[in-house]
């Protein structure tokens, strides 16, 4: 991991304990990479590290998987590409608790490897996605750890509530 990198976790992280969490899982990644679960035209999400107040996910974004439009809860969530490509395409919400939603799309940006996106609460929706045929692998850094969050349907603009769930634990601590 670069010198770059590791101040741009500490200018954006502020508590050192989620830097040295974060720099750590990304410095033994390759020691747990080929455990990952694949799931073709999926993601999925392994947990590392786990505290009281943040965790650490691994994840592998199978070629050409998407997330949902959802946002962290009421989480605060770091994603660090370790591999691949990731394209993120970012929504805003008028009123979250309207039946549909007032969804509007608010920007695009693309994810390299080494690159470092944030999330900070609630109100912040996204989607997610792999536009290759190769995977793409990302660590991220849940403060406090994620249980559940919202998920906007695309087509209906229904939000729901999801149960944040892990398809294996590799907890390292």
């Known amino acids: 991991m670069t010198a770059d990198l590791i101040r741009s976790l500490t ?11 974060m720099e750590r899982c990304a410095r033994t990644f390759e020691h747990y990479r080929g455990r990952l679960p694949l799931v073709p035209y999926a993601y999925t999400r392994t947990r590392i590290l786990r505290t009281d107040r943040f965790e650490v996910v691994a994840m592998q974004w199978a070629a050409r998987s998407s ?7 009421t989480s605060r969530c770091w994603v660090l590409l370790m591999g691949g490509a990731l394209e993120v395409e970012n929504f805003e919400v008028d009123d979250p608790s309207g039946d549909p939603v007032s969804l509007r799309e608010t920007g695009r940006f693309a994810l390299a490897a080494g690159d470092l996106d944030f999330r900070g609460g609630p109100r912040e929706l996204h989607r997610v996605w792999n536009p290759s045929d190769e995977p793409a692998f990302s ?11 919202t998920v906007i349907d695309a087509h ?18």
């Open 11 to 21: 200018a954006s992280m502020i508590d050192a304990q989620f830097v040295d969490a």
């Open 67 to 73: 997330s949902p439009i959802h946002d962290h809860g």
């Open 139 to 149: 660590l991220q850094l849940y403060a406090e750890p994620i249980t559940a969050y």
């Open 156 to 173: 209906t603009l229904r939000g729901r509530s999801a149960i944040a769930v892990c398809d294996l634990d590799l907890t390292l601590v």
